[in-house]
T-cell receptor, first 109, second 117 residues
Framework: RKEVEQDPGPFNVPEGATVAFNCTYSNSASQSFFWYRQDCRKEPKLLMSVYSSGNEDGRFTAQLNRASQYISLLIRDSKLSDSATYLCVVITNNNDMRFGAGTRLTVKP | DAGVIQSPRHEVTEMGQEVTLRCKPISGHNSLFWYRQTMMRGLELLIYFNNNVPIDDSGMPEDRFSAKMPNASFSTLKIQPSEPRDSAVYFC???????????????FGPGTRLTVL
């Protein structure tokens, strides 16, 4: 089993739609969690951290469920510019940073 | 700050040739990471350094790959001899490490797109 697993997609949604991605992790002692965004032919960049109580940044909401060992990312009112690959990132108790393979999102007009 | 700097940005070479990729991390970041990304395998961690010391090289595919970090501001990833299956984008990333490092962001360079013919 991979340490961090994501549905690769692609998710194809119309503008204005709400879309959610899930990510599961295998190390129950993992310490911190992030979502990174990677545009086509670019490097990954931090989108947002994921806090235990859940957190929101504009149209983006991240949730953590430690009991079930998954994190989620919800995008509301999706824009064309949200088209990208979203990478789930987990930092283990050994301070190792583990990336998921990414979920590809395409928002269409 | 210029961010993580990688060179070259593109490299096309022939099978059997030696390839050297270079990275300059962000000043003050003491963890440095080398990744490889392909469509088939996604983003793979090859090796990472902490304070210039290799900590985990379990992701290095085979003996043809080697990495060095002679000082805090420079690292190289070398492939010798190169093979067509090494074609990928190679990212270098850096991150500060310390007491609160679990929550520190990792910054990626723009990547080197390697094509081995």
């Amino acid at each position: 089993r991979k340490e961090v697993e994501q549905d690769p997609g692609p998710f194809n949604v119309p503008e204005g739609a709400t879309v959610a991605f899930n990510c599961t992790y295998s190390n129950s002692a993992s310490q911190s969690f992030f979502w990174y965004r990677q545009d086509c032919r670019k490097e990954p960049k931090l989108l947002m951290s994921v806090y235990s109580s859940g957190n929101e940044d504009g149209r983006f909401t991240a949730q953590l469920n430690r009991a079930s060992q998954y994190i989620s990312l919800l995008i509301r009112d999706s824009k064309l510019s949200d088209s990208a690959t979203y990478l789930c990132v987990v930092i283990t108790n050994n301070n190792d940073m583990r990336f998921g393979a990414g979920t590809r999102l395409t928002v269409k007009p | 700050d210029a961010g993580v700097i990688q060179s070259p940005r593109h490299e096309v070479t022939e099978m059997g040739q030696e390839v050297t990729l270079r990275c300059k991390p962000i000043s003050g970041h003491n963890s440095l990471f080398w990744y490889r990304q392909t469509m088939m395998r996604g983003l793979e961690l090859l090796i990472y350094f902490n304070n210039n010391v290799p900590i985990d090289d379990s992701g290095m595919p085979e003996d043809r790959f080697s990495a060095k970090m002679p000082n805090a501001s420079f690292s190289t990833l070398k492939i010798q001899p190169s093979e067509p299956r090494d074609s990928a984008v190679y990212f270098c990333a850096s991150r500060p490490s310390g007491i609160s490092s679990f929550y520190n962001e990792q910054f990626f360079g723009p990547g080197t797109r390697l094509t081995v013919l």
